[in-house]
């Protein structure tokens, strides 16, 4: 079994910054794709950003020059940097990842969640 554990995410006033983490751990014997996801309340779960194992990256047009996904691949990690933070981005905010286990099938895998709350 692999589990994904979230952390980093709090209370900050518009304009602040953030940095997400998120450890995967487990029966992993690789790791390819890893995205974090956010999602509003009443609203859909939104893709923010995704990264490959190669480090190829892409990003919802409403985080781009704001946002920065990047991962440890030695640490089975992927962060999320958040800067000039707004009242919009606040959500729940969850990682994904696309996980080969030492049985090489591909599954894949949620985080429980952190929230990040922009607010004055």
């Known amino acids: 079994q692999v589990q994904l554990v979230e952390s980093g995410g709090g209370l900050v006033q518009p304009g602040g910054s953030l940095r997400l983490s998120c450890a995967a751990s487990?029966?992993?014997?690789?790791?390819?794709?890893m995205r974090w996801y956010r999602q509003a309340p009443g609203k859909q779960r939104e893709l923010v950003a995704d990264i490959t194992r190669g480090g190829g990256t892409n990003y919802a047009d409403s985080v781009k020059g704001r946002f920065t996904i990047s991962r440890d691949n030695a640490k089975n990690a992927v962060y999320l940097q958040m800067n000039s933070l707004k009242p919009e981005d606040t959500a729940d905010y969850y990682c994904?990842?696309?996980?080969?286990?030492?049985?090489?099938?591909?599954?894949?895998?949620w985080g429980q969640g952190t929230q990040v709350t922009v607010s004055s």
């Open positions: 487990g029966s992993i014997f690789s790791i390819n794709t």
């Open positions: 994904n990842a696309d996980v080969m286990q030492y049985s090489k099938i591909w599954r894949n895998y």
